[in-house]
């Protein structure tokens, strides 16, 4: 897969559903979402409204990106359950932590992640199309798994499995598995040592200044 796309297909874990999700074709995506589960619906309905939103306000996003992050977060609190998926990147560190350094830790990375990839969700070329492939339990009834295609002109389908769970009586997602590379455990891996090394608000502060960056060929210190 393209650098450029992988990456982006990874900030799209904390990012809630963009650029994943965003490639979709609305089409595709509404007619998906009739024949599938309340889980599903949820991803397909997403794709959709994302798909058509940096379609139609893609001059202005691109002009200023303060506005382009401000829709992203709209979308985080609307189909991402980040302090649940911050809990699990933190892994161990979690133990003991307050909500409020979760909180915190959750959006330093997802303010990170925006800084590095957020021109990339503009600047995707192509019209691929994204299709369900179904949803299943998860075990110890912790939610659902909903199995997706993101296809492309010219190149092989990129497996994404959302992973959710039910929130205030809504699907939000937690964790997104892309070509069998987990988000929850890229990151929790990648931020293991620097967490044992500086704690939760030490990384947080890294990653707001910069100096440690979250993704692919991210530094982690």
């Known amino acids: 897969m393209n650098k450029t796309l992988m990456s982006a297909l990874l900030a ?12 979709a074709q609305a089409a595709p995506a509404r007619a998906a979402a009739n024949q ?11 794709s959709a409204r994302i798909l058509t939103t940096l379609q139609t306000r893609k001059a202005e996003f691109t002009k200023d990106p303060n506005v382009l992050r401000a ?7 609307r189909t991402f359950d980040r302090d649940y998926a911050a809990r699990l990147v933190l892994g161990v ?24 990839y957020g021109s990339a969700l503009l600047g ?6 994204f299709r369900a ?17 993101l296809v492309r002109s010219g190149a092989e389908t990129t497996p994404v499995v959302y992973l959710m769970r039910q929130e ?5 997602i937690f ?20 967490l044992r090394q500086k704690g939760i608000k030490q990384v947080a502060a890294d990653l707001r200044a910069g100096t440690t960056q979250a993704g692919p060929a991210g530094n982690g210190k």
């Open 12 to 23: 799209s874990a904390l990012l809630a559903t963009t650029p994943s999700l965003a490639l």
């Open 36 to 46: 599938q589960g309340a889980a599903t619906k949820t991803v397909m309905d997403a």
């Open 71 to 77: 829709y992203i977060n709209s979308e985080l609190d």
């Open 93 to 116: 560190h979690a133990r003991g932590a307050s909500d409020a350094d979760v909180k915190l830790f959750a959006d330093a990375m997802a303010d990170n992640l925006m800084q590095r």
């Open 124 to 129: 995707i070329q192509g019209k691929p199309s």
């Open 133 to 149: 492939k179904g949803e299943s339990p998860l075990p110890g009834n912790r939610g659902m798994s909903v199995a997706t295609e």
């Open 168 to 172: 205030g009586g809504q699907w939000k």
């Open 175 to 194: 964790d997104v598995n892309i070509e069998g590379i987990s988000y929850v455990q890229t990151f929790r891996t990648q931020f293991d040592a620097p």
